[in-house]
C-alpha cells in the first residue's frame, strides 16, 4: 500500500521560514519523481516544487529564490524549505509521487498538511 505522509505545517508569521517533510513508503522512491503542491480556498491546486529522481527541480514562479525541494532517497523523504513566506503562500500543501513508464502511470498524493502565514 502506498503512503504519503506529510509533515511540518504549522501557523507562522510573515517573513518567517517552515520546513515540509514528506515520507513515502510501498513504492520504489528512487525511481519516483517528487512534488510539492498547493491549494489554496477558492483555488485550484498549483504546483510549487517537484524534484525528480535524478535530483533536478523545478518551481512555480511565485516561490522561486525562496523555496527549496530537496529528497532524501534513504529516508524516503522529500523536503520543502520555505523561507520568507508571505500571506499569500497560506494553502494545504500536497506532496505528490510520480513515475510514469510506458503506458504505466504511477500518480499518488498525500492528504496534506495546512500552512498558515499570518500577518
Known amino acids: 500500500q502506498v503512503q504519503l505522509v506529510e509533515s511540518g505545517g504549522g501557523l507562522v508569521q510573515a517573513g518567517g521560514s517552515l520546513m515540509l517533510s514528506c515520507a513515502a513508503s510501498?513504492?520504489?522512491?528512487?525511481?519516483?519523481?517528487m512534488g510539492w503542491y498547493r491549494q489554496a480556498p477558492g483555488k485550484q491546486r498549483e504546483l510549487v516544487a517537484t524534484?525528480?529522481?535524478?535530483?533536478?527541480?523545478n518551481y512555480a514562479d511565485s516561490v522561486k529564490g525562496r523555496f527549496t525541494i530537496s529528497r532524501e532517497n534513504a529516508k524516503n523523504t522529500v523536503y520543502l524549505q520555505m523561507n520568507s513566506l508571505k500571506r499569500e503562500d497560506t494553502a494545504v500543501y500536497y506532496c505528490?509521487?510520480?513515475?510514469?513508464?510506458?503506458?504505466?502511470?504511477?500518480?499518488?498524493w498525500g492528504q496534506g498538511t495546512q500552512v498558515t502565514v499570518s500577518s
Open positions: 505528490n509521487a510520480k513515475w510514469i513508464a510506458n503506458r504505466d502511470i504511477n500518480d499518488y
Open positions: 510501498g513504492i520504489d522512491f528512487n525511481i519516483f519523481a
Open positions: 524534484i525528480t529522481s535524478a535530483g533536478s527541480t
